[in-house]
């Protein structure tokens, strides 16, 4: 049979569904005429849809160098890239295929979907967009416009977006997930659990909507439920690192150290933007070591400051430690660690003699392995310079007490249910005999000025002092307070680890970060950090009315 002939069957068997026959005439088709585009783009799209992505690509590679540049043979290229996790290159080969055909919605819908998971979501929305021009009401699109709109910020559109794509198919599984995150996002977690009943209702065991359902739970504060729904998750793909991480954080706030602590070894895999940092000595053990052990920080200004409150434990344990941390940290730390060799962070790794290493975030799973393990400090851990505090306190001093305030949180997740305003601390700032001094970080003179005006209350920045980046001068300063009110920020981790009498303001749901626990009122890691946390729906200002009652006092 001649090789046009074999095509022409190869062809048909393939559209009749009967892929396998379809691939097997195909073979013989190319034996007998090898340099035929059109045969191994057929080849290709028979592997594609066989599942046998490798050999597909390397077909439609072949159809393409023997000339088939045809938008089909780019196409279904890009299916395959999309098949095999390649996003990027995907991306490339529908603007192929979309150049010579521009009106191929399929390929507009999977170009969004692509961009979006290369964190494009500007251009994700305008293929979206671009699709539906050709078919207005393809579910798909619209959920790829959602998800774009939502991951701008605007979630009020990628609503409107995603009940667009269930008025067109009201049971599209993906569009139900996107609206319960989105829902979720609004504090609309409810609503969002619904949604994920729905998704289960027909899919049972749909990891997505039961990772949704999870972290909706978490927002809730039903930890408990939150715990088995992850179980569930990992049960369904022992590779699911986010559910680990997730669960990790619920056992950790609720004190289940022994089970939270190998669980947190998931979050260079399971939390957002967090890169480890491969260094090729091995990983600590937990005992004394033969040469200098390399303690390297994570996960920002805050969490080193917290995790370095085992630094006194790992000093009683080892010989020589190098600590590589946050260079806004090095003389603060240098100081409060002495005998312990202090270095900046810096892209590069540390070159110096190691014999092991550990990411400070791992301490926790030596040293805080019960509540009995947290030390009864009666100081903080890290020490001011002496004289920078005794010096601001005689500036300061005017026969009024001073409290230090801080009230956002730039926390890339959860900073913004983190912060509040600084008109929130009205309750305070009313309060005769108090001197208010501005610990934020960042450019606040517009909203310090807003509340002078509002208020007739001064809250004073120190021009001398760089609270973003002069860490050992804003430590100074947190020494010269009588008090610290704050919310879960660095400043509530630097006043902490001073051993300043802080109130730290902690958000309901998932932003309320694990190391503040569930019901404690004490920080068990600071000595004079007094928790103070958020009900669901109550207003930072009534907050601060309680913390202003304590400060008060009888």
């Known amino acids: ?106 390929d507009w819908t999977n170009r969004a979907a692509m961009l979006l998971a290369l964190d494009r979501h500007a251009d994700a929305l305008v293929s979206a967009d671009r699709a539906l021009a050709l078919a207005p009401d393809l579910a798909d699109a619209h959920n790829n416009r959602a998800n774009a709109l939502d991951r701008l910020g605007r979630r009020a559109e990628a609503l409107a977006a995603v009940d667009r794509a269930l008025a067109a198919e009201p049971n599209h599984r993906a569009a139900l997930v996107t609206r319960a995150v989105i829902l979720r996002k609004l504090g609309r977690a409810e609503e969002a659990l619904a949604g994920c009943a729905r998704v289960l209702a027909l899919v049972p065991d749909d990891v997505e909507a039961l990772t949704v359902r999870g972290d909706a739970l978490v927002d809730l504060e039903r930890l408990d439920e939150a715990v088995t729904t992850f179980d569930r998750v990992i049960a369904l793909d022992p590779a699911a690192v986010g559910a680990k991480w997730n669960k990790s954080l619920i056992c950790l706030g609720l004190g289940r150290f022994a089970e939270g602590w190998p669980l947190y070894e998931h979050r260079w895999a399971g939390a957002r933007g967090l890169v480890p940092r491969l260094y090729p000595q091995p990983r600590w053990n937990g005992t004394r070591t033969d040469g200098p052990l390399l303690v390297w920080g994570e996960q920002g200004l805050g969490d080193e400051i917290l995790h370095s409150s085992m630094i006194p434990d790992l000093m009683a344990r080892t010989g020589r430690i190098v600590l590589e941390v946050e260079p806004r940290l090095v003389s603060l730390f240098a100081r409060s660690f002495p005998g312990v ?44 310079d002496a004289e920078r505090v005794r010096a601001l306190r005689a500036r300061l001093d005017d026969g009024r007490k001073v409290i230090g305030l801080s009230w956002i949180s730039k926390a890339p997740v959860g900073g913004e249910q983190k912060s509040a305003k600084l008109i929130d601390f009205a309750a305070l700032l009313q309060m005769p005999g108090y001197r208010f001094v501005d610990l934020q970080y960042g450019d606040t003179q517009d ?36 008090a610290v009110v704050t919310v879960s920020n660095t400043t509530a981790h630097l006043a902490g680890a001073l051993g300043r009498p802080t109130f730290v303001m902690v958000p309901h749901g998932h932003a309320r970060i694990w190391y503040w626990f569930r019901d404690r009122q004490q920080s068990p890691w600071y000595p004079h950090v007094r928790v103070r946390r958020q009900r669901r729906g109550e207003a930072w200002s009534a907050l601060v009315a309680e913390i202003a009652a304590a400060v008060r006092g009888p």
């Open 447 to 482: 909203e310090r000025d807003t509340v002078e005006r509002a208020q007739g209350v001064r809250v004073e920045r120190l021009s001398d002092i760089d609270n973003t980046n002069d860490l050992d001068g804003l430590a100074a300063l947190m020494g010269a307070c009588d």
């Open 1 to 106: 049979m001649a090789a046009d002939a074999l095509y022409r069957d190869a062809l048909a068997a393939c559209e009749q569904g009967r892929v396998e026959d379809g691939l097997a005439l195909a073979r013989r088709a190319v034996a007998l005429a090898p340099e035929q585009p059109r045969i191994h783009a057929l080849i290709g799209q028979a592997l594609f849809h066989l599942g046998r992505h490798e050999e597909a690509l390397a077909s439609f590679d072949r159809a393409i160098a023997l000339g088939s540049a045809t938008a089909a043979v780019f196409g279904g290229r890009a299916d395959t890239l999309v098949a095999l996790g390649r996003p990027e290159k995907a991306v490339a080969s529908y603007d192929r295929s979309l150049a010579l055909n521009p009106d191929a919605v399929e």
């Open 341 to 384: 060799t202090v270095v900046p962070l810096t892209p590069a790794l540390y070159a110096g003699a190691v014999a092991a290493h550990e990411p400070i975030g791992g301490l926790g799973r030596h040293f805080r392995r019960r509540w009995e393990d947290f030390p009864k400090r009666e100081r903080g851990y890290l020490v001011a």
